[in-house]
């Protein structure tokens, strides 16, 4: 049986010629002999005619025929390469610490977990012109031109559990900074009578490896440094704070000179820590599970696609959020 036939103009282009163009948006422009980074409706259009798939097509029409199976080439989503081999391990002791739990036992009430990092190159800069508030119909509006007064790093430790942040300011990062902050921290109570406090930080060179973490526990002995995977400073809490700050402090950027911006952080830090909360962490171990096996499936079907085509790529760490 067949439909009855139906009013109305017949398709421009056939279902074939609509793969065809859906296959094309599937590759990448390199792939084809394109130099384009990426494609867009207007260049897939252009393809489309160059490779004789059509006699004329428009973008809007490249754009709905895309739009069918919500293929959106002109996206682009990054990803980063495992490079720790223990990265499942380090992540999952600082998961642990965030559950207040350490090699399987829960951590006790004079026992505290401190998230630290820095946060560099926060730049002081002066618009030529004076910004406009907001007004009626009419956003707040910045000049563009600006004069660089220079810039400083804002280290920071947060409580993960109490929410509290210690901060300070410094012409660069390094190790001597690194270790002020942590002096600031453990020479005051609860930390500095404390049974354990656990430092987790990344893989930055104010605080790597195991000279560092010797010589945090040779300065206070009740510390103890726990490191982040390589590459994985999303499981720092630290950097949840740093993009509120970014938010809320930095940007946009309207500074007279350096003092004025440790002024505006330290002012912002106490006014954050008088209603702060412990941030709602939502990363569990079993998502790690979950993250460690997706990941494991894709380096197979990498190694499979190597086999195949002899070419050789490192497999890729999937989005952690996906």
Not at 40 to 47: D, G, K, M
Not at 70 to 90: C, G, M, N, V
Not at 160 to 175: K, L, P, S, Y
Not at 259 to 287: C, G, H, M, S
Request: proline content about 6%.
């Amino acid at each position: 049986m067949t439909d009855r036939p139906r009013s109305g103009r017949p398709p421009t282009f056939s279902p074939l010629q609509r793969t065809e163009i859906k296959a094309l948006a599937c590759q990448l422009p390199a792939e084809t002999g394109a130099p384009l980074s990426r494609w867009s409706c207007p260049e897939l259009a252009r393809e489309a005619v160059t490779r004789g798939l059509a006699a004329a097509i428009s973008a809007s029409t490249v754009r709905r025929i895309l739009a069918e199976d919500t293929l959106r080439p002109w996206q682009h989503q990054s990803w980063i390469f495992i490079r720790d081999p223990q990265f499942a391990a380090k992540a999952a002791h600082v998961l642990d610490l965030y559950a207040r739990r350490w090699d399987a036992l829960a951590l006790g009430d004079d026992e505290y977990v401190i998230s630290a990092d820095e946060k560099t190159s926060i730049q002081a800069r002066c618009r030529c012109h004076p910004t406009l508030p907001p007004g009626r119909s009419r956003m707040m509006r910045l000049n563009h031109d600006y004069d660089r007064g220079g810039a400083l790093a804002y280290l920071a430790a947060y409580d993960v559990h109490a929410a509290r942040v210690f901060g300070r300011c410094a012409a660069t990062t390094g190790i001597v900074p690194f270790m002020d902050l942590v002096t600031q921290v453990m020479t005051q109570e609860p930390y500095a009578s404390a049974k354990r406090v656990f430092w987790i930080v990344d893989n930055g060179s104010s605080h790597r490896g195991k000279a560092a973490a010797d010589r945090l526990t040779t300065t206070f002995p009740n510390a103890v440094m726990v490191h982040t995977p390589v590459h994985a400073s999303w499981v720092n809490q630290v950097e949840i704070f740093f993009s509120i700050v970014q938010r809320k402090v930095v940007s946009p950027n309207d500074f007279t000179s350096l003092d004025q911006v440790e002024d505006r952080l330290i002012a912002f830090e106490r006014r954050y820590n008088e209603t702060a909360r412990p941030f709602r962490w939502k990363f569990t171990p079993a998502d790690l599970e979950d993250l460690m096996a997706r990941i494991e499936r894709h380096e197979q079907k990498e190694r499979n696609s190597q086999q195949l085509t002899g070419c050789e790529h490192q497999p890729a760490l999937l989005d952690a959020a996906a």
